[in-house]
């Protein structure tokens, strides 16, 4: 780790006012104090302010990432800081799983997932211990939802927190994902049509924040309530065929698998870009878009952050970080503004404490976050000097 990326951690985490205040507290309070966390998220600098919080809270924290986002200056931080690390760079599901099971083979009493993969993994071997802990994404609840009855512990899902859906979720999430396109593509966002998939909160932000660019923006959402909804907002509502054939840039944001595949290949617009910001890296089937017979050729560049098809009919379209989030993937990824997820870490730390505290039982299970401590890390916010 260079002295920059120090440097650079420990201004993130100086910026973290919820954490920090937090992290003060459980230095007296010492919460998991004898306690293992076990943590599969995103390993970036504010992630580690996180994870630096729940160590002053008195935790062993046992810590992996997720696929194609972890940072090795980070990880390189949390070691030198007394945090163990099973991670790494890498975009190979299996890689990754292995990983995580080096998480789960030390036994920790508390999870803290992003995704569902630590507490689906539990289910394949389960050991004596584990309390419960906490979900951070729609698509961690999505997955594990069907499980609740197998897992029947405390699980608290942070995405479900109003906080979460409007702090980060439809504010951050938007600004991230175009801030990602522009780094990334370096194209103007100016009279281009967006077709965004998804309308829950990302999608919405996402959005927002591509029509305030000056965009043309269409919405595809298959719940028709979320469709009204949009449209009432002022995007357009075309049929999914007619928004794919007219759009210039496709982004996913529904937690759902394959929502655009090589079925698509033949209604895409010459030159159209393709980017995911949904948690897992099948929202848009890049491997199957790239082995299609209807691509001629393949070309990666910008250390695989694009990648264009060239396919036989003449018309080329671009995968941005090959499916993967957009926004924490690729070149200097930042993820989403140290704000929002300083909300979002506050919500995983004071849900944490609340498994830890032995005060829920198996009807939390698959759960939102506890009003009061929403309503802690408002007043936190709201009250902090400015």
């Known amino acids: 780790m260079s002295d920059k990326s120090g440097k650079r951690i420990d201004w993130v985490a100086a910026s973290c006012a919820l954490l920090n205040q937090i992290k003060e507290e ?50 390189d931080y949390l070691r030198a800081n007394g945090i163990t690390v099973h991670a790494e760079q890498t975009t190979d599901p299996a890689r990754h799983q292995a990983l995580l099971q080096k998480v789960l083979a030390e036994e920790p009493q508390l999870l803290l997932d992003n995704g569902g993969d630590l507490f689906a993994l539990y289910l394949d071997a389960p050991y004596p211990g584990l309390i419960g802990g906490t979900e951070e994404t729609t698509s961690g609840r999505m997955r594990l939802e069907p499980l609740r009855d197998r897992l029947n512990m405390p699980i608290l899902v942070i995405n479900d927190s109003p906080i979460k859906q409007y702090g980060e979720n439809r504010h ?30 990302c999608g919405e932000g996402v959005a927002t924040c591509f029509r305030n660019a000056f965009s043309i923006v269409s919405v595809v959402e298959v719940d028709p309530v979320r469709r009204l909804e949009a449209h009432l907002d002022g995007f357009l ?32 617009k010459d030159s159209a870009i393709l980017m995911n910001g949904g948690h897992f890296p099948d929202e848009i089937d890049a491997a199957g878009l790239v082995s299609s017979e209807d691509v001629a050729t393949r070309q990666s560049f910008d250390n695989g952050a694009l990648t ?46 609340r498994v830890a505290s032995g005060q829920l039982n198996t009807a939390q299970c698959i759960v939102p976050v506890p009003c009061d401590i929403d309503e802690w890390v408002a007043n936190a916010y709201l009250s902090a000097p400015e």
Request: contains cysteine; hydrophobic residues 40%.
């Open 172 to 201: 951050a999430v938007g600004q991230s994902m175009f801030e990602s396109f522009m780094r990334v593509t370096n194209r103007s966002t100016n009279g281009k049509h967006v077709t965004v998939f998804g309308y829950g909160p």
């Open 237 to 268: 509502t075309p049929t999914r065929a007619e928004a794919i054939a007219s759009a210039d840039v496709l982004v996913t944001e529904t937690g759902a698998r394959n929502v655009l595949t090589a079925a698509d290949l033949s209604h895409f």
């Open 26 to 75: 459980f230095r007296e309070t010492k919460p998991f104090d004898g306690i293992t966390i076990g943590t599969g998220i995103h390993l970036e600098p504010k992630t580690v302010a996180l994870l630096m919080t729940l160590k002053a809270g008195g935790a062993r924290v046992v810590a992996s990432g997720n696929l194609s986002s972890t940072q090795p200056d980070c990880v």
């Open 308 to 353: 264009s098809l060239s396919l036989k009919d003449g018309r080329t379209i671009t995968i941005v970080t090959m499916g993967h989030m957009a926004n924490l993937a690729g070149p200097r990824p930042l993820g989403n503004s140290i704000e929002s997820m300083d909300f979002g870490f506050a919500l995983q730390a004071k849900c944490l404490e």
